[in-house]
């Protein structure tokens, strides 16, 4: 593919969704696949609701997944620009002012909907006389404008649903200026994709009808319009709309809860195209096996437990060296490289690393249900420099003292050695608890560690 040139453009106007975060991975991939250029646009129209903290969240999510941008642009500083070019349609008579209130705009979509009529606004504000404008006027309303749509087919290929028609006949011309003269997102949007050379839009499937006006905005202004691909938005396992709980997770949320942002990264670029879901340790692999055309229509499931399973395998699969920094993050800078090989089977979450360090170095409460039997185990503990073979060699003679095997001999001794009933094979973390902390917890001291 030749020079392309996408952005995503969150409105900081909350933290940024898992939705959200999903549009912008595959835009960042498709991007980078195609060594494009990737740029992040704030899209900041609504000055009441847009937050600089909401801003400084979507960079540090986006981050912490592993996207870059490489400009950045914030609507809020380009409003000369939109004016110029908002002249420019108003002189065109594609943009006509309209003096309804919201209360005659509900009453009129009520009336349309009680006679089975399509809510489209009747362009009324078009017919209106010099003296009823006077009058409004006089009255103290302000107009807001509308975009006047041609009554045309509008026809696009999109890259994820194929060919899309609709007719601007049966879409409602966009206000795209508010009363108080400020320009709407649909407006900025379309300028600044222009402006920006933008070649592909990466989006949600709520904005398909806003597209087939951006469409006739784009060549209203002259401009060719970009590339579309429309991704349909997440369900929840079930198939319905993303529940509540699931609908206002953010990427905070799955930060907050421990997990890798491969994990998130690697079911969001796999999630609703036909290519498997595969735990991808690093964020290169996936966009060298990244590939936009595999999107469908289908509405993509999102399951939260998938996510954990794939947090599980990639910590699994995780060298020491790249494990080592969310180490360190978690205070856990003494945990070296064998430690590490012997607990990771065992974790889910990285912070269960810091469970099992603890389970090592405790303190421990050692659980001791049978003291004569952890006595006779204690007797019989190897001497020391302990190796990879003592554990079985200490198995076996407890064995052979008391009788005990399988369960009834492994079991109390793990717990009285870790506090646990289930963990690491003993002959490895036996290595990690050594034999003074051992032999403290088989005599139940109190002040073990
Ligand atoms: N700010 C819009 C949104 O978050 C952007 C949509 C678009 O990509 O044009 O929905």
Same mark, same amino acid.
């Given at each position: 593919?030749?020079?392309?040139?996408?952005?995503?453009?969150?409105?900081? %106007?909350?933290?940024?969704?898992?939705?959200?975060?999903?549009?912008?991975?595959?835009?960042?991939?498709? %991007?980078?696949?195609?060594?494009?250029?990737?740029?992040?646009?704030?899209?900041?129209?609504?000055?009441?609701?847009?937050?600089?903290?909401?801003?400084?969240?979507? !960079?540090?999510?986006?981050?912490?997944?592993?996207?870059?941008?490489?400009?950045?642009?914030?609507?809020?500083?380009?409003?000369? +620009?939109? !004016?110029?070019? +908002?002249?420019?349609?108003?002189?065109?008579?594609?943009?006509?002012?309209?003096?309804? &209130?919201?209360?005659?705009?509900?009453?009129?979509?009520?009336?349309?909907?009680?006679?089975?009529?399509?809510?489209?606004?009747?362009?009324?504000?078009?017919?209106?006389?010099?003296?009823?404008?006077?009058?409004?006027?006089?009255?103290?309303?302000?107009?807001?404008?509308?975009?006047?749509?041609?009554?045309?087919?509008?026809? *696009?290929?999109?890259?994820?649903?194929?060919?899309?028609?609709?007719?601007?006949?049966?879409?409602?011309?966009?206000?795209?200026?508010?009363?108080?003269?400020?320009?709407?997102?649909?407006?900025?949007?379309?300028?600044?994709?222009?402006?920006?050379?933008?070649?592909?839009?990466?989006?949600?499937?709520?904005?398909?009808?806003?597209?087939?006006?951006?469409?006739?905005?784009?060549?209203?202004?002259?401009?060719?319009?970009?590339?579309?691909?429309?991704?349909?938005?997440?369900?929840?396992?079930?198939?319905? $709309?993303?529940?509540?709980? +699931?609908?206002?997770?953010?990427?905070?949320?799955?930060?907050?809860?421990?997990?890798?942002?491969?994990?998130?990264?690697?079911?969001?670029?796999?999630?609703?195209?036909?290519?498997? +879901?595969?735990?991808?340790?690093?964020?290169?692999?996936?966009?060298?096996?990244?590939?936009?055309?595999?999107?469908?229509?289908?509405?993509?499931?999102?399951?939260?437990?998938?996510?954990?399973?794939?947090?599980?395998?990639?910590?699994?699969?995780?060298?020491?060296?790249?494990?080592?920094?969310?180490?360190? !993050?978690?205070?856990?800078?003494?945990?070296?490289?064998?430690?590490?090989?012997?607990?990771?089977?065992?974790? &889910?979450?990285?912070?269960?690393?810091?469970? *099992?360090?603890?389970?090592?170095?405790?303190?421990?409460?050692?659980?001791?249900?049978?003291?004569?039997?952890?006595?006779?185990?204690?007797?019989?503990?190897?001497? &020391?420099?302990?190796?990879?073979? %003592?554990?079985?060699? *200490?198995?076996?003679?407890? $064995?052979?003292?008391?009788?005990?095997?399988?369960?009834?001999?492994?079991?109390?001794?793990?717990?009285?050695?870790?506090?646990?009933?289930?963990?690491? !094979?003993?002959?490895?973390?036996?290595?990690?608890?050594?034999?003074?902390?051992?032999?403290?917890?088989?005599?139940?001291?109190?002040?073990?560690?």
């Amino acid at each position: 593919m030749g020079n392309i040139k996408v952005r995503f453009a969150p409105s900081p %106007t909350g933290m940024l969704h898992v939705g959200n975060a999903r549009t912008a991975l595959i835009s960042w991939l498709f %991007t980078r696949a195609n060594n494009g250029h990737f740029m992040l646009r704030i899209d900041d129209t609504d000055k009441v609701r847009s937050k600089d903290e909401y801003e400084l969240a979507i !960079e540090e999510g986006l981050s912490w997944m592993g996207m870059d941008w490489d400009s950045k642009a914030r609507q809020r500083d380009r409003s000369d +620009i939109y !004016e110029s070019k +908002i002249e420019q349609l108003k002189t065109d008579g594609r943009l006509y002012p309209c003096y309804e &209130t919201p209360e005659e705009l509900d009453l009129k979509r009520k009336s349309q909907l009680s006679r089975k009529l399509p809510p489209i606004y009747d362009r009324e504000a078009l017919e209106l006389s010099e003296d009823k404008i006077k009058s409004y006027k006089a009255q103290g309303r302000k107009p807001h404008w509308r975009f006047k749509l041609n009554h045309a087919p509008i026809i *696009w290929n999109d890259i994820v649903r194929g060919d899309i028609k609709f007719d601007g006949k049966d879409l409602s011309d966009p206000v795209l200026i508010r009363e108080d003269g400020s320009p709407l997102y649909h407006i900025c949007s379309v300028i600044d994709d222009i402006d920006y050379d933008i070649t592909h839009v990466v989006r949600g499937e709520d904005h398909v009808s806003n597209t087939a006006c951006h469409i006739q905005m784009f060549e209203a202004l002259g401009a060719k319009a970009p590339i579309f691909a429309h991704l349909p938005l997440l369900s929840d396992k079930e198939g319905g $709309k993303l529940s509540k709980r +699931i609908g206002s997770l953010s990427l905070k949320d799955l930060q907050d809860d421990g997990l890798e942002p491969m994990s998130i990264v690697s079911l969001m670029a796999r999630l609703g195209s036909s290519e498997p +879901i595969e735990a991808f340790s690093d964020i290169k692999t996936v966009i060298d096996n990244f590939d936009i055309s595999k999107f469908s229509r289908g509405t993509p499931k999102f399951d939260a437990e998938e996510l954990v399973r794939l947090n599980t395998k990639i910590l699994h699969e995780m060298s020491f060296d790249n494990a080592k920094p969310r180490l360190i !993050e978690l205070d856990l800078s003494e945990l070296d490289e064998e430690f590490w090989n012997i607990v990771r089977p065992n974790i &889910t979450r990285m912070s269960d690393a810091k469970e *099992w360090w603890n389970v090592a170095k405790g303190p421990v409460t050692p659980i001791i249900e049978d003291p004569e039997f952890i006595k006779a185990a204690l007797e019989l503990m190897p001497p &020391t420099p302990w190796n990879k073979d %003592t554990w079985m060699n *200490w198995a076996n003679a407890v $064995k052979a003292q008391t009788g005990r095997k399988g369960k009834k001999l492994f079991m109390p001794l793990r717990q009285a050695l870790t506090g646990m009933d289930h963990g690491p !094979e003993l002959s490895e973390l036996l290595l990690l608890i050594g034999a003074d902390n051992a032999k403290q917890r088989l005599q139940n001291d109190k002040k073990a560690a």
